[in-house]
């Protein structure tokens, strides 16, 4: 059964750049029916997409809110996706979510268990 | 600001039928896009529920419903047990300008 699982610093300091890792087990991100996306959900707040990648790195899609800070990658030789978020403020500090989005239907039908990430001084 | 609109919340007693509304623009599900439902409990990764307006994946009761009709779409849920005591999101896909958007999501009571 594919899992997903988000790794990375729970603090951030204003003005530097949040990093999360995506693992992906139990199957292959290197599949043509599914891109990978990143979701977020600020404290007392809903949920908020990020962006989204294909498997090759080359196609992907940002949230335009969001789209000058953010840079999504792939490294299918470990099975992971990643996010970079610049230029961090408190407005940032969330639980961040990463899932799988089949291609067909743009659901995102598996989620990793979120991790929360609070930028602060 | 969603350019979706959900209720903030919604209650019945168990076993009854209760619905939840999202209701877009001719931007995002009026456009034709695809409606998705999602369950979410705090502490826990959000469930996919309904995927395109009104299919539910493997696993999850007949008891969830959803349907689409110009620019709204509904969630319903009948036989109201307390395990439904959740958040309800809906999701589409605003286009270039929005990209996929959630909506501010629903809270549902069971009495």
């Known amino acids: 059964q594919l899992q997903l699982q988000e790794s990375g610093p729970g603090l951030v300091k204003p003005s530097e750049t949040l990093s999360l890792t995506c693992t992906v087990s139990?199957?292959?991100?290197?599949?043509?029916?599914?891109?990978w996306g990143w979701i977020r959900q600020p404290p007392g707040k809903g949920l908020e997409w990020i962006g989204t990648?294909?498997?090759?790195?080359?196609?992907?899609y940002y949230s335009p809110s969001l789209k000058s800070r953010i840079t999504v990658s792939v490294d299918t030789s470990k099975n992971q996706f990643s996010l970079k978020l610049s230029s961090v403020t408190a407005a940032d500090t969330a639980v961040y979510y990463c899932?799988?989005?089949?291609?067909?239907?743009?659901?995102?039908?598996?989620w990793g268990q979120g991790t929360m990430v609070t930028v602060s001084s | 600001q969603s350019v979706l609109t959900q209720p903030p919340s919604v209650s019945g007693a168990p076993g009854q039928r209760v619905t939840i509304s999202c209701t877009g623009s001719s931007s995002n599900i009026g456009a034709g896009y695809n409606v998705h439902w999602y369950q979410h409990l705090p502490g826990t990764a959000p469930k996919l529920l309904i995927y395109?307006?009104?299919n539910r994946p493997s696993g999850v009761p007949d008891r969830f419903s959803g349907s689409k009709s110009g620019t709204s779409a509904a969630l319903a849920i009948t036989g109201l047990q307390a395990e439904d005591e959740a958040d309800y999101y809906c999701?589409?896909?605003?286009?270039?300008?929005?990209?996929?958007?959630f909506g501010p999501g629903t809270k549902v009571t069971v009495l």
């Open positions: 395109g307006n009104n």
């Open positions: 139990g199957g292959f991100i290197s599949s043509s029916s599914y891109y």
């Open positions: 899932a799988r989005q089949v291609t067909t239907a743009d659901a995102f039908d598996i």
């Open positions: 999701q589409s896909y605003g286009g270039s300008l929005s990209g996929y958007v």
């Open positions: 990648v294909y498997y090759n790195g080359v196609t992907s």
